[in-house]
């Protein structure tokens, strides 16, 4: 059986939206854990008009770093990959979505 090589050092700063490519823009969680490994990764892809991946916990800092990179965005879409706590519930707090 094959092992899987998972990479565990990247550099990254809590709360400040680091650009990974031109159009893809990542926001981490300071909420580290087993299950978050360095804390919950938000992803903002697109400029102007951008869709947010995994908006992240409803933890104060998270949400004012979400909405400092989202300043003079249209968020288009809000894709949550699934309903754990730290991945969905900032949407409500951030985006004015309401929970469906």
Known sequence: ???INFLRDFSFEYGV???LSPLIRRVVARNPSPFTFKGTGTYIVGRGSV????PGPALPD???ALLAALAG???????ITHTHFDHSPAAARSLGSSPT
């Not at 869709?51 to 995994?54: R, Y």
């Not at 965005?73 to 894709?79: A, C, K, P, Q, R």
């Open 51 to 54: 869709a947010v991946i995994d």
């Open 73 to 79: 965005e249209t968020v288009s879409h809000i894709l």
């Open 17 to 19: 939206a680091e650009s």
């Open 1 to 3: 059986m094959s092992e």
């Open 62 to 64: 998270h949400v004012d």
